[in-house]
């Protein structure tokens, strides 16, 4: 089979040699004089082998192999070297060089040294053609080798490189930033940055100018200048989360920009292009939302160019048990405990639970199991009662301690499962302290963040449910009391 060769010999009587030999071979040789050539025509077409006089009347070979290395790791490199400089052919084959010829070299040393090498070459692709054909059990910063997930990760693989616009949806907790960071990491834009604005936790009133950014006293507090997403994201991604939350208005202006690359900030009278991959995640039914008038059709369609939809965890299978593992690894480190594993009655209990807070969940059930407990196996008395008796609320929590009672109560009752919080709750005793399941929701959630000290983050990982929730929320609280006031 016919191969390509750059071959870079300043003597050109040599140079001739070496190509008859090389074209016994049967290889398609391009022979160059200088470094500076060679680095010109590996650029135009990386050939599949680089034969390289250490001494070279421009630059060293030396150097060349050091270029070669970062712009074309994948290249195999053969140095030329005479007697006196055998030490920096050493050196190349540390640097990466696979072989190296000292001259006076003959055909047959020649055809030995350039038969290995292709053959290597060939070994490498095999490797790598049946690595990416078996399914991978981590990828990019998820874990889980499931059917579902291996859907996912080819389809990041594909979309990578492209400047297509990416929706992301699925439930809360089922990795969407983590999806939008790998479409980010795994493609050609991954040296720029990757900006995340999670629409939903950002006021109204604000939203505009994070994206867009302002000019000088474009509004009160408005100090100085400043840029927005659009620009931080030149020449990288923009991930807007919780995308469906945008107001129409800006929905409008947000249109323009996909479709142009062009905006205006806050305040300005200038528009301003920038190029920008534009990623955008919801955990409602986006359809769904544009039928209820909430989202822009337009916009829908500019969006949701290449869906991807990642599934709840308990649609996973053993990836959930992956996950917990390896989660349980991490923690114990961090906690210093010295958890290995989970025994089988914990395993079975993990992989049957329905998992409605998705991977963040499950975080944060492996976590409080580490904080809480200390052995080498985790078994059934360390999970939350909640997680045992599969969400039935009124089954007694199997911690058997009062301290562990109190702590499963507080830690593994999730908000978003406000009758819970009711059927718990003790202080109704008559029917005129029944109150408006919303303030007994608030009331759960701001005791959460007056115990992390006003750490939303915190009290939301506690809670099973995302920040944004809590900011949407406490926007809402806001309303319904200003509503009663009123009236
Ligand atoms: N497959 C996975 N493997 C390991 N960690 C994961 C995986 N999926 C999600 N995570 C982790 O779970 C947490 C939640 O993920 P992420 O924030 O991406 O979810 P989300 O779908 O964007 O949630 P939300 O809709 O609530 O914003 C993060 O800490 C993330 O690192």
């Known amino acids: 089979m016919g191969f390509r060769v750059i071959l870079v010999e300043d003597s050109m009587s040599l140079g001739a040699l070496y190509t008859e030999y090389l074209c016994s071979e049967g290889a398609d040789v391009t022979l160059v004089q200088f470094g500076a050539d060679a680095i010109k025509e590996i650029d135009r077409q990386p050939p599949d082998l680089l034969i390289l006089d250490i001494k070279l009347p421009d630059m060293s070979g030396m150097d060349i192999l050091l270029q070669v290395q970062q712009s074309h790791p994948e290249m195999t490199v053969i140095m030329i070297t005479a007697h006196g400089t055998i030490d920096i052919a050493v050196d190349a084959m540390r640097a990466g060089a696979f072989d190296f010829l000292v001259k006076p070299f003959d055909s047959k040393r020649l055809a030995i040294t350039v038969r290995n090498a292709m053959k290597q070459r060939q070994l490498v692709k095999l490797v790598s053609q049946y690595e990416n054909s078996l399914p ?14 291996q859907t996912v990760y080819k389809t990041i693989d594909c979309v990578a490189n492209s400047k297509a616009s990416v929706f992301i949806f699925g439930e809360s907790g089922t990795g969407k930033e983590v999806c939008a960071q790998a479409i980010h990491n795994a493609g050609n834009r991954k040296n720029n ?20 950014g302002h000019t000088k006293g474009a509004f009160t507090g408005a100090v100085s200048q400043r840029d927005g997403a659009a620009t931080q994201a030149d020449g990288g991604t923009l991930f807007l989360d919780e995308i469906c939350e945008m107001d129409l208005e800006l929905q409008s202006k947000l249109l323009r920009f996909i479709q142009t690359g062009v905006f205006r900030r806050v305040g300005g009278t200038k528009d301003e292009k920038v190029d920008v991959r534009f990623v955008s995640a919801t955990n409602k039914d986006p359809w769904q939302q544009v039928q209820d008038g909430l989202f822009r059709e337009d916009l829908y369609y500019r969006l949701h160019v290449i869906p991807i939809e990642l599934p709840p965890l308990n649609q996973r299978g053993k990836d959930i048990l992956l996950i917990a593992n390896k989660l349980l690894g991490q923690y114990a480190k961090e906690e210093g405990k010295p958890f290995k594993g989970f025994n089988y009655a914990a395993q079975k209990v993990l992989s049957e639970y329905h998992w409605p807070g998705n991977v963040r969940q499950l975080q944060n059930v492996i976590r409080q199991i580490v904080v809480l407990n200390d052995a080498a196996e985790v078994d059934i008395t360390m999970l ?59 009331r759960t959630i701001e005791s959460a963040i007056d115990l992390c000290e006003g750490n939303i983050p915190k009290a939301a990982a506690m809670l099973d449910i995302s920040p944004s929730t809590i900011y949407r929320k406490k926007q809402s609280w806001d309303e319904m009391e200003h509503a009663l006031v009123k009236d």
């Open 136 to 149: 991978k059990a981590n990828y990019q910063g998820f874990i889980g080798e499931s059917l579902a997930m």
């Open 193 to 212: 940055a990757f900006i995340a604005l999670n629409c939903a936790s950002i006021p109204k009133d604000l939203i505009e100018s994070q994206i867009f």
């Open 384 to 442: 939350p009662a909640r997680i045992v008796n599969d969400g039935k609320a009124t089954a007694a929590p199997v911690s058997s301690t009062p301290q562990m009672m109190e702590q499963n109560s507080l830690l593994s009752t999730p908000a978003h499962d406000t009758a819970e919080v009711i059927v718990h709750d003790k202080n109704i005793a008559t029917e005129q302290n029944i109150e408006p399941l919303w303030k007994t929701e608030k």
